[in-house]
Antibody
C-alpha cells in the first residue's frame, strides 16, 4: 500500500520561504514520479511541480520562478520550496504519486495535505 | 495553458437518480483526462483516468466518456456517499503540465 505524508510549517510570514516535505511509503522514488498540488480555501486544485525517478523536474509556468522540487531517494522524501510567500499562497498543499497509462498521467495516490497559512 | 471548464457549478440530484457532470477543454487533450472526487476535509480521490478507465476499487456506477475537448462523468444511481465535489484534470504530455477544472459540487436534492 502506497502512502504519502506531507510535513512542514503551518504558519509562515510574508516574504519567507516555505519548505514542505513529502515522505513516501510503499514504493521507491527510484521508480515513480511525484507531484505537489495546492488548493486555496474553497478553491480548485492547482498543480505546482513534478519530479521523476530520473530526477527530471517540471514546474507550473506561472510559479516556476518561485519553486524548487528535489528528492532524497534513500529517505524516500520529496521536498518542495516556495520562495517569497504571500497571503494568497495560503492553502492546503498535497503531494501525490503520479500514475500513467499509455500517454495519460494522473494523480493516483495523495497525501492527507498540509495546511499552510501565510500571515504576519 | 489548457483551460478546463466544468458544468454545472452545482448539481442537485436525489439519491438513486443519475448524475451527469461535464468537463470541456479549451483545446484537444485526446483522452488524457481524469476525474477526482473530493469530500470536505479530505484529499481528492482518483475515480477515472484515460477518460473512461475506472481506478482500482471504484464502483461500476461511476463511468467516464469523451475525448478531445468534451468529457462526461456519469454516476448511474447516486448513493449518499457520492455527494461531494468532482474535479476533472487534463495532462499535457510535453512539456508536462496538469490543469484542473474548477469543480462541480454534487448536492442532495
Amino acid at each position: 500500500q502506497v502512502t504519502l505524508k506531507e510535513s512542514g510549517p503551518a504558519l509562515v510570514k510574508p516574504t519567507q520561504t516555505l519548505t514542505l516535505t513529502c515522505t513516501v511509503s510503499g514504493l521507491s522514488l527510484s521508480g515513480t514520479r511525484v507531484s505537489w498540488i495546492r488548493q486555496s480555501p474553497g478553491k480548485a486544485l492547482e498543480w505546482l511541480a513534478r519530479i521523476d525517478w530520473d530526477d527530471y523536474k517540471f514546474y507550473s509556468a506561472s510559479l516556476k520562478t518561485r519553486l524548487t522540487i528535489s528528492k532524497d531517494t534513500p529517505k524516500n522524501q520529496v521536498v518542495l520550496t516556495m520562495t517569497n510567500m504571500d497571503p494568497v499562497d495560503t492553502g492546503t498543499y498535497y503531494c501525490a504519486q503520479i500514475g500513467c497509462s499509455g500517454g495519460s498521467c494522473f494523480f493516483d495516490d495523495w497525501g492527507q495535505g498540509a495546511l499552510v497559512t501565510v500571515s504576519s | 495553458e489548457i483551460v478546463m471548464t466544468q458544468s454545472p457549478a452545482t448539481l442537485s440530484v436525489s439519491p438513486g437518480e443519475r448524475a451527469t457532470l461535464s468537463c470541456r477543454a479549451s483545446q484537444s487533450v485526446d483522452s488524457n483526462l481524469a476525474w477526482y472526487q473530493q469530500k470536505p476535509g479530505q484529499a481528492p480521490r482518483l475515480l477515472i483516468y484515460s477518460a473512461s478507465t475506472r481506478a482500482t476499487g471504484i464502483p461500476a456506477r461511476f463511468s467516464g466518456s469523451g475525448s478531445g475537448t468534451e468529457f462526461t462523468l456519469t454516476i448511474s444511481s447516486l448513493q449518499s456517499e457520492d455527494f461531494a465535489v468532482y474535479y476533472c484534470q487534463q495532462h499535457t504530455v510535453w512539456p508536462p503540465g496538469y490543469t484542473f477544472g474548477q469543480g462541480t459540487k454534487l448536492e442532495i436534492k
